[in-house]
């Protein structure tokens, strides 16, 4: 533990830059559906906005999440410092609960309308694969932090635990945005347990109802408790659209656009008038 956290950052831009290539590599290989967009136009734009994103928590936020998780423990303040539980059990504790935190975040971010104008820049994408996982306007990456921060100091949650946390995060958001096709064995045994592409591609459909479902980024067991769980969709994987309506689906937006989006009104979003 002394390891991760002195050398955090190198092992997290390491893990991140390995899956990125390993599972773009992959998507190559077994592809779930066709590509509808040239992947270096993509890539381009889901990387700057993912370097946009950084610079701007670096620059707005001098401690992060981890930060607040190192005054927490210096100070003794949140609810774990309190209880003085065993160190393994407060970590796995601490794991599910964030997970839990990322479920309900991604919850209000539909249904809150002013934080729906930031999150659907995410949806916009109309071709899903690895990068767009990292595809968030700066202004929600801004309001995540914050509430992250808010609840890592009101429960006390170790450094440990952010930065293993925070890991995962990101490589399984990595993972189940891919364009990859798992055998069905496979798949079988894992969306049992994790949030695997299939299930976080209907989040991500056309389809208005299917992205009212599967909210979790990690576990499937928050979708399947509070009943949010798609596990099939409208159409197969290989006729999917992804995006909304309002954004069209003739191309993808430049950067410019996405940046702007919140600002901006567009037409409702309609339902997709499709059958199976």
Excluded at 25 to 53: C, H, Y
Excluded at 100 to 109: N, P, S, T
Excluded at 214 to 231: A, M, P, R, S, V
């Amino acid at each position: 533990m002394d390891f991760l956290i002195e050398n955090e950052q190198a092992i997290r831009v390491s893990v991140f830059i390995s899956l990125l290539l390993i599972l773009g590599g992959a998507e190559l290989i077994a592809p779930l559906a066709k590509r509808q967009m040239g992947r270096p136009s993509q890539w381009f734009t889901n990387l700057s906005i993912v370097l946009l994103d950084n610079l701007t928590l670096k620059y707005l936020f001098p401690l992060l999440a981890v930060g607040v998780a190192e005054l927490s423990a210096k100070t003794g303040v949140g609810l774990f410092n309190a209880l003085n539980l065993n160190f393994w059990l407060e970590f796995g504790l601490a794991l599910f609960l964030l997970d839990f935190l990322m479920y309900g975040q991604h919850v209000l971010m539909h249904k809150v309308p002013i934080l729906w104008r930031l999150h659907r820049m995410h949806h916009s994408e109309i071709s899903l694969d690895v990068s767009s996982a990292v595809r968030f306007h700066p202004i929600e990456i801004i309001f995540s932090m914050l509430f992250k921060m808010g609840f890592i100091l009101m429960l006390g949650i170790s450094v440990e635990a952010v930065i293993v946390f925070e890991i995962l995060l990101n490589g399984l958001a990595l993972f189940n945005h891919s364009n990859l096709k798992l055998s069905r064995p496979f798949e079988t045994i894992l969306r049992k347990i994790i949030v695997t592409p299939e299930i976080h591609w209907i989040h991500h459909s056309e389809v208005v109802q299917e992205t009212k479902g599967n909210f979790g980024f990690n576990l499937i067991f928050w979708d399947k408790i509070f009943g949010t769980y798609i596990d099939k969709p409208t159409l197969n994987y290989d006729v999917m659209q992804q995006g909304l309506s309002e954004f069209g689906f003739a191309r993808s937006l430049s950067l410019t656009e996405l940046i702007v989006s919140p600002f901006k009104n567009y037409p409702p979003c309609a339902p997709a008038d499709k059958n199976p």
